[in-house]
C-alpha cells in the first residue's frame, strides 16, 4: 500500500526554524521526484520545492530559495524540507508528494501525503 506520512509541523515564531520529514512506504521510492506542496485554507495549493530522484538536483519556489532546502535519504525512503528564517507568510498546510515523470505541483494521480500544519506567529 502507497503511503506517505509527513511530520515535524508545529507553531514556531516569525524568524525561527523548523524540519518537515516525509515517510514512504509502499513503492520504489528512489525512482521518484520528491515534492512539498503547501496550501492556505480558500487558496490553491502552492508547489515549493522539488528533488530529483537521487538528490542531484533541487528546484524552489523564489520566495522560499535560500531559506528553504529540500533534502532526501534514499536508504530510509524519506525527504526533508528544512526551513529557516519563517515568516508569518510561510503559515500553511503542508504536503509532500511524489511524482515519477517530474517536478512542479502534483496531480490528484500523484501520491499525497496527509498534510501537516505550520504556524508562523508571535
Known amino acids: 500500500q502507497v503511503q506517505l506520512v509527513e511530520s515535524g509541523g508545529g507553531s514556531v515564531q516569525p524568524g525561527g526554524s523548523l524540519r518537515l520529514s516525509c515517510s514512504a512506504s509502499g513503492f520504489s521510492f528512489s525512482m521518484y521526484y520528491g515534492t512539498w506542496v503547501r496550501q492556505v485554507p480558500g487558496k490553491a495549493s502552492e508547489w515549493i520545492s522539488s528533488?530529483?530522484?537521487?538528490?542531484?538536483?533541487?528546484y524552489y519556489l523564489d520566495s522560499v530559495r535560500g531559506r528553504f532546502t529540500i533534502s532526501r535519504d534514499n536508504t530510509k525512503n524519506e525527504f526533508f524540507l528544512d526551513m529557516k528564517n519563517l515568516t508569518p507568510d510561510d503559515t500553511a498546510v503542508y504536503y509532500c508528494?511524489?511524482?515519477?515523470?517530474?517536478?512542479?505541483?502534483?496531480?490528484?494521480?500523484?501520491?499525497w501525503g496527509q498534510g501537516t500544519q505550520v504556524t508562523v506567529s508571535s
Open positions: 508528494a511524489l511524482q515519477k515523470n517530474g517536478w512542479g505541483l502534483p496531480t490528484e494521480n500523484d501520491p
Open positions: 528533488i530529483y530522484s537521487d538528490g542531484s538536483a533541487t
